[in-house]
């Protein structure tokens, strides 16, 4: 059991701390933003500190960090957030929610996994993965550190997921198939090639578009 800050003060948040207050032993007692966003002293009954002064409220020594969850960024404000927050001294807690199969070799800090889904033998989970309600991870199969990987995908044995990378809703992988680092699968798209780093691909095709996933940074989500 640990005391928990999680990072951000919206719905993510809001359902990470639902989870942790049903189905964990941990303790949520706070949350943090960056200052610039900080509008809010209070959210859901608990403070709301700036994450640049996150040691005046909540010291290294006294809680463990969660998120953030969302995929900002395809995924790279969770990354600097979670390498900043290990700089200052702080761990990370993880969460796996009891309905799901965990078979897993190894699940890494600061991962999210939702309800009912399969981490079959053999899988490797970097840190800071999100895992969203019902998905499949196949044997053998490695999703590397700061992925977000959205309800109902299915990943076949043997598949590859390279850092950072977005993966939408009902997405299917086939066996043995890489996916490139920084990349942003399209939600209902079935994958049977390899996916160069920092592709785009959208439903219904599995061929990347010619342009690089740098776009989808600039898409603002909650």
């Known amino acids: 059991m640990a ?9 993510l948040a809001e359902v990470a701390k639902a989870y942790l207050d049903r189905f964990s032993e941990h303790r949520v007692v706070g949350f943090t933003v960056d200052e610039a966003f900080l509008t809010q002293t209070e959210f859901k009954g608990l403070p709301v500190v700036a994450w640049e002064r ?6 290294p020594d006294a809680v463990q960090l969660l998120g953030p969850l969302s995929y900002q960024n395809l995924n790279e404000f969770r990354r600097n957030r979670h390498r ?9 807690a993880r969460f796996i929610h009891p309905s799901t199969h965990n078979m897993a070799e190894t699940v890494g800090d600061n ?14 989970l970097g840190e800071g993965i999100i895992i969203w309600s019902g998905s499949h991870v196949g044997h053998h199969s490695i999703i ?3 992925c977000f990987v959205s309800s109902l995908v299915g990943l076949a044995s043997g598949v590859r997921i390279g850092t ?3 993966i939408g809703g009902q997405v ?5 198939i890489t996916i490139g680092a920084g990349s942003y699968i399209e939600s209902r798209c079935m994958i ?21 996933s740098t776009r989808i940074k600039s898409m603002k989500f909650r």
Do not use: M, W
Not at 54 to 59: H, S, V, W
Not at 85 to 92: I, M, P, S, V
């Open 54 to 59: 996150l040691e005046e409220r909540f010291p």
């Open 164 to 166: 950072c990378s977005l």
């Open 192 to 212: 049977r090639r390899d996916v160069p780093p920092n592709s785009v691909v959208r439903h219904p095709s599995d061929l990347p578009k010619p342009y690089s």
């Open 3 to 11: 005391d928990v800050v999680i990072f951000g003060a919206g719905q």
């Open 172 to 176: 299917g992988v086939d066996n043995g």
């Open 111 to 124: 991962c999210f996994i939702l309800e009912n889904c399969t981490l079959q033998p053999f899988v490797r």
């Open 84 to 92: 900043e927050g290990r700089a200052r001294g702080y761990a990370f």
């Open 144 to 146: 590397e550190d700061f």
